[in-house]
């Protein structure tokens, strides 16, 4: 996250400064007449709502990830036998954990724009949402995983990234080995129909549990200013090329031939249209501040926001209705959202540099 706000700080140089976070500018920052006239509490209390949402879900499915592992243990983790003598109770598991799963994903989505956009939580997104594993070192995750059996997996990526995968069966090395995950015994393997290896997935979902936890308690300390706000705004907006790039390349738009692994539980689309909508969220709580550099452009800043998110959300809907998208319209309609984002980070930048707030990095 702080490689993001380097990049937009050097894309909007010429708007407004991006400056460390010492305690002059911090002060300076918080001294202004804008600071003082607007009200960040709906922020904090969306963050609130929404990290309490996730600490709940995640710990259902650590509670259900246990139950599954328990069973699986009863047979020795022998998945065939698992399968023949527990078919029905072993399928009822793993779709009510796919349901939790597709209720935590909306939970952090819809706060992501706070919780990667302000510098004080955004290690939190890398762990559970965004870090890459080994293979990336600049980007990977700060965590590995110790499953019950004792095999360790190093920095294998972020915490959606493996409940997803091992819950849709979509990487092989959280799968379990040597068995057919038939669900439903029709005697054909669906897409969806997954057998995680339960040493994996208790010891994945705990962890998950955990660091939700862990996030809910740092949102409860978090006291947010008006940096805060204003660095979220123009870290988190222009970032729309990247969200449609994995969209593209989801089953959602490749099907069968997609190479991402992850992103089957919800569209992309869908993660799009929850970001933008706790973004402007964020942008009501400031625009009382933005409005005093400039109230024509702040109002317009607004409405401009608002449309982007509108765009995602109509987008999102069409393709739930059943409309099938080409990757040549997601690098078309991607191109258009991106610079839509530019233009309204690049506004908000401005109005951060006429209200002397610096950007933090």
């Not at 209390?45 to 259902?60: C, I, R, V």
Request: negative net charge.
């Amino acid at each position: 996250m702080r490689s993001k706000l380097l990049v937009a700080c050097v894309a909007l140089a010429v708007l407004a400064g991006c400056g460390g976070d010492d305690a002059a500018d911090t002060t300076a920052a918080q001294a202004t007449p804008a600071a003082a006239a607007t009200d960040l509490g709906p922020i904090k209390d969306y963050l609130l709502e929404h990290s309490a949402k996730l600490k709940a879900d995640t710990a259902t499915l650590a509670e259900d990830a246990d139950a599954y592992y328990q069973l699986a243990k009863s047979v020795d983790f022998d998945y065939a036998k698992l399968l023949a003598d527990h078919r029905e109770e072993v399928s009822e598991q793993l779709k009510g954990m796919q349901a939790t799963f597709r209720e935590a994903n909306p939970a952090y989505e819809q706060m992501e724009g706070v919780v990667a956009g302000v510098p004080s939580l955004a290690d939190y997104d890398v762990i559970l949402d965004a870090g890459a594993d080994k293979s990336d070192p600049e980007n990977a995750v700060p965590f590995s995983i110790k499953t019950p059996a004792g095999k360790t997996f190093e920095q294998p990526g972020n915490f959606f990234f493996l409940l997803e995968t091992s819950l849709w069966g979509t990487e092989d090395r959280f799968a379990a080995q040597g068995v057919k995950p038939d669900l439903d015994g029709d005697g054909t393997v669906e897409f969806g129909e997954a057998l995680p290896d339960a040493d994996f997935l208790v010891a994945a979902a705990k962890d998950f549990s955990t660091n939700a936890a862990d996030l809910d308690t740092s949102a409860n300390a978090w006291k947010p200013t008006e940096q805060d706000a204003f660095t979220a705004l123009v870290v988190m907006t222009p970032t729309m090329s990247e969200y449609f790039e994995a969209w593209k390349n989801s089953r959602f738009v490749a099907g069968a031939k997609a190479d991402e692994s992850g992103f089957v539980a919800a569209s992309r689309l869908q993660d799009i249209a929850d970001i933008l909508g706790g973004l402007v969220l964020v942008y009501d709580s400031i625009e009382p501040s933005v409005q005093q550099a400039d109230e024509q452009q702040a109002a317009q800043t607004g409405t401009d926001l608002k449309s982007l998110h509108e765009f995602a959300a109509k987008l999102r809907d069409e393709e739930a209705d059943g409309r099938k998208f080409t990757a040549q319209e997601a690098d078309t309609l991607g191109s258009d959202a991106q610079d839509r984002a530019e233009a309204i980070a690049g506004q908000v930048s401005q109005a951060a540099g006429q209200l002397n707030i610096k950007l933090e990095s």
